[in-house]
């Protein structure tokens, strides 16, 4: 019975437990069909750290199995990372088509074109598409590069016979198939990704390839007929100009001035919108900007601050009266040279325009004759322009161009003559450019009717248009000069009192005018080349000229290694010259004080700095070797041992002379038994303006080597010693107190430290009174002892003070205040400046 009792008990817990354990299953079950996102990843992670670790705990080449699947599935996710960002190839899909339909017509127009000009404007045309082939074949290129490392990945995962390992375990070997299925599948949906890149990308690649050559093509088609059209101008290609037979073979002007504007309005509708040009534009309007608000802002400012600022307006006319049109002016000269190759339309349209603003800048300002042939110039320059744009010939082109070459010629002729009459009047070489205008012209003429009429085109119009250009430099560098001295008015009417205040216009206008010119000059004959359409012929030959290796011994160079070299280092001469007249001439026109002098003397090390750096940088640029260059100072270290030890010891003497600064710009000193004041410390020598005029110029070594005496090191102040004898029985209380009345109340005499009056001997004719007294300024003691001998004089003679006849000395010992200076540095005595 107890048996029986104990069995059914053990049945009863049996079934209890086994209630409570289904309850808890259903509540967990329960649960995870309520469990989050955060849940479901951590359990995922659980479970692949728990293969991870079964795998572990295996051989080592279920080891390796999984290290190559991390690495994979990592390189899967940067390169499926790189691949889903794309290759932004919408621009390029864009504007290919447009440019092919555009090639198209080149084509025809070459093939048709009978005109230099025509000829070379679509040369400009094909180098800019050139230069955007080029960038969008780099483009493509990148990223054919990008997409071949893609595929590179692609294959080695395939052909990577590790994966294929199997595990020895059925449960591993499961799991393990499973992670690399799933990778193959992500390695082929990104392998046929990565093939439908690369076919669109060589697609593209294929078209932009077709169109480099066929720019190529073209190229060369303009080349040829460039050539041909030589050969044939200088043959009688359409007759003599009575030949009416080829005058009819000739196209009517009507309907080449259609085919023209239709052309032309293409090709300036294509340079403004070209993104190659943006560059350009933004470099013509902020130049546009930047110059109309200079000098604005400086008129607005004269007219403020000068109550008589007419007088100022009348000595510069242009940008006085004409600021919005001497702005035009500029920037219609200049913003052609802003561009690579610009639109022969786009050149002729500024050449215009700056005619047009120079007629009403000259109206008032140049001579009437003068004006007359600038009218007669711009008429022809306007013809001769849009005669430049012509598609085909018309027999109407050469007549009017033979028109006009005629009354050009008369026109020249007449303001020939009336220039020899008042030369004064007129520009310089106005004389030989007349001439040379003229024979130019009569050259056209006989061009045009011998049937050589392309060739008499190219020399009319060329003749016309540079010398309108000419002219419109000429104005431009009266316009910069104009601007400067107008910059250089408010200066000196600021408050403030820049260095740029104390600049003389005249010496400056020296200085600038003439480089100026040189720039002018350059411009013109590039403007010369590039309408005689030999400007990349130059630029070619120029280009295999310096870049053309040479070799000397050992040593290769180049000439535009040696260019660069002389460029920067002239460059560097020309930035410390600059510097150096700036703080020269402001130091001149200003006091200078100790501070002051410590500026000026500064100029020594900046100019030393520029042509050090200057050196290096002109080193670097021409790709001189450090070796050579070594060698070079060698061989000076030679050179100095033999006989350049003079010319070294000054220049090691003037950066002594820059960093201790014993003497200083503006001092006074006495060396050498000579004595002024020091105006400049250069390099090796250094130069001081004597009391008589002259200028003594001393080596650096002798001031650094010989006994040198500065009076001015620390102020400009100067003793001044009267010694005054008067006759034995005056009243010597007397005497001094008129002395000290006079010095202590003068002006012009220090009070600190205060002026002395003492009874100094007596000898055998007088009574001996020394006084001392104080000048603030050095340069001005010759005065101040002037006023005070007559105040003494004065008052001698009002209190009858007997002066003995001869016996009024003026002394000032200079070689006892010279040797107390010597043997007392502390001595506030002072030569005479003007010894």
Not at 397 to 416: A, E, P, T, W
Not at 601 to 626: D, E, H, N, Y
Not at 718 to 746: C, F, M, P, S, W
Request: proline content about 3%; hydrophobic content about 45%.
């Amino acid at each position: 019975m107890q048996n029986i009792f104990k069995i059914c008990c053990i049945i009863l817990i049996a079934l209890t437990t086994s209630a409570v354990n289904q309850e808890c299953f259903a509540q967990v079950k329960n649960k995870k069909n309520h469990r989050s996102l955060r849940d479901s990843l951590r359990e995922r992670v659980l479970h692949r750290d728990s293969v991870i670790r079964s795998f572990k705990h295996s051989n080592s080449s279920i080891n390796n199995l999984l290290a190559k699947i991390e690495d994979y599935t990592t390189s899967y996710v940067e390169t499926n990372n790189d691949l889903s960002r794309g290759f932004d190839t919408l621009e390029i899909s864009q504007r290919l088509p447009p440019l092919e339909k555009r090639m198209s017509l080149m084509r025809n127009t070459i093939n048709k074109s009978t005109t230099l000009g025509n000829l070379v404007t679509i040369r400009g045309m094909i180098d800019h598409l050139k230069d955007q082939m080029n960038q969008w074949e780099d483009q493509v290129t990148v990223y054919n590069n990008e997409l071949d490392d893609i595929h590179t990945k692609v294959s080695d995962f395939k052909s990577d016979t590790g994966l294929r390992t199997i595990p020895a375990d059925s449960g591993l070997r499961e799991r393990c198939f499973i992670e690399v299925q799933s990778l193959e599948r992500k390695w082929n949906a990104l392998d046929n990704s990565v093939q439908r890149s690369i076919i669109r990308i060589g697609v593209l690649e294929n078209r932009i390839s077709a169109l480099s050559i066929l720019l190529i093509d073209l190229d060369d088609r303009i080349d040829l007929k460039i050539h041909e059209f030589t050969l044939k101008s200088m043959t009688n290609e359409y007759g003599f100009i009575w030949d009416r037979k080829k005058a009819h073979a000739l196209d009517r002007l009507d309907s080449t001035l259609v085919k023209t504007a239709r052309l032309n309005a293409l090709l300036y509708s294509y340079f403004l919108t070209s993104k190659s040009n943006w560059g350009g534009h933004l470099a013509s309007l902020l130049t546009l900007i930047v110059f109309f608000a200079w000098i604005y802002h400086c008129r607005r400012k004269v007219m403020r601050n000068h109550e008589e600022y007419n007088v100022i307006f009348d000595q510069i006319p242009y940008i006085a009266k004409h600021p919005y049109l001497s702005t035009l002016m500029v920037i219609s000269i200049l913003s052609p040279y802003f561009y690579d190759h610009p639109m022969q339309v786009f050149a002729h349209t500024m050449l215009l325009i700056m005619m047009g603003s120079m007629g009403i800048l000259i109206k008032e300002n140049w001579p009437i004759p003068l004006f007359k042939f600038w009218r007669i110039l711009f008429i022809a320059a306007i013809i001769f322009c849009l005669s430049s744009l012509l598609v085909t010939i018309a027999y109407e082109d050469r007549i009017i161009l033979l028109l006009i070459s005629g009354v050009i010629i008369y026109q020249s002729i007449k303001l020939l003559r009336q220039s020899k009459i008042s030369q004064d009047t007129y520009p310089m070489y106005l004389s030989l450019i007349l001439k040379i205008f003229i024979v130019l012209n009569c050259v056209s003429i006989l061009l045009n009717l011998t049937g050589r009429f392309s060739l008499a085109k190219i020399v009319e119009i060329s003749a016309t248009l540079n010398i309108c250009l000419a002219t419109g430099f000429y104005l431009l560098v009266q316009i910069l000069m104009e601007s400067l001295f107008l910059q250089l008015e408010v200066n000196k009417s600021s408050d403030q009192h820049p260095i740029t205040s104390y600049l003389d216009f005249k010496t400056l206008q020296k200085k600038s005018k003439g480089f100026l010119v040189k720039i002018t000059a350059i411009l013109w004959l590039v403007a010369l080349a590039k309408n005689l359409t030999i400007d990349d012929y130059l630029y070619d030959q120029g280009n295999d000229f310096l870049n053309h290796p040479y070799k000397i011994s050992s040593t290769a160079f180049t000439f535009r290694s040696v260019l660069i070299f002389i460029i920067v280092i002239w460059t560097s001469g020309l930035i410390a010259r600059v510097i150096s007249y700036f703080y020269d001439f402001a130091g001149q026109q200003t006091k200078l004080t100790p501070q002051a002098k410590r500026t000026r003397s500064s100029i020594l090390l900046i100019r030393l700095t520029v042509f050090v750096v200057g050196f290096f940088v002109a080193i670097t640029a021409a790709g001189i070797p450090m070796d050579r260059v070594t060698i070079v100072i060698g061989a000076l270290g030679v050179g100095i041992g033999f006989g350049l030890q003079n010319i070294v010891n000054n220049l090691v003497s003037g950066v002594i002379l820059a960093f201790e600064k014993p003497v200083q710009v503006g001092d006074i000193i006495e060396v050498s038994g000579k004595s002024g004041t020091i105006k400049e410390i250069g390099i090796r020598s250094s130069k001081i303006e004597c009391g008589d005029g002259s200028e003594l110029i001393i080596p650096n070594g002798d001031l650094i080597s010989q006994h040198v005496i500065n009076w001015t090191l620390t102020n400009n102040h100067r003793r001044v010693e009267l010694l005054i004898r008067v006759a034995y029985g005056t009243d010597v209380e007397k005497v001094e107190n008129i002395l000290n009345a006079i010095v202590q109340n003068h002006e012009d005499i220090m009070k600190t430290p205060a002026a002395s009056v003492f009874l100094y001997n007596f000898s055998d004719t007088a009574i001996e009174f020394r006084t001392l007294f104080w000048t603030a300024d050095i340069s001005k003691w010759l005065s101040l002892k002037s006023s005070v001998m007559r105040a003494i004089y004065v008052a001698f003679e009002q209190e009858k003070i007997e002066i003995p006849q001869g016996q009024l000395q003026v002394l000032f010992p200079e070689s006892g205040i010279q040797s107390h200076a010597n043997v007392t540095p502390n001595s506030n005595d002072r030569p005479d400046p003007t010894k």
